[in-house]
């Protein structure tokens, strides 16, 4: 399977960032006043991961 250019540097660029986001909520002590909003961009990061792999499994 070969992925459009645009849809992998896409999915790469999310995957970096999503890892990232990880990282952060797991250094994050959950009484911080910032955990609700980093864990609410984590969980952004995974849905768009999610339409990502739509879009992969579709063009598949």
């Known amino acids: 399977?070969?992925?459009k250019?645009?849809?992998l540097r896409k999915l790469k660029?999310?995957?970096s960032g999503l890892n990232r986001w990880i990282e952060i909520v797991l250094e994050t002590d959950n009484t911080s006043p910032?955990?609700?909003l980093f864990c609410q961009?984590?969980?952004?990061?995974?849905?768009?991961?999610?339409?990502?792999?739509?879009?992969?499994?579709?063009s598949a």
């Open 1 to 3: 399977m070969s992925l």
């Open 5 to 7: 250019p645009e849809i």
């Open 13 to 15: 660029a999310k995957a």
């Open 34 to 36: 910032n955990y609700p």
């Open 41 to 58: 961009v984590l969980a952004n990061y995974i849905k768009t991961m999610e339409a990502l792999f739509r879009v992969i499994k579709k």
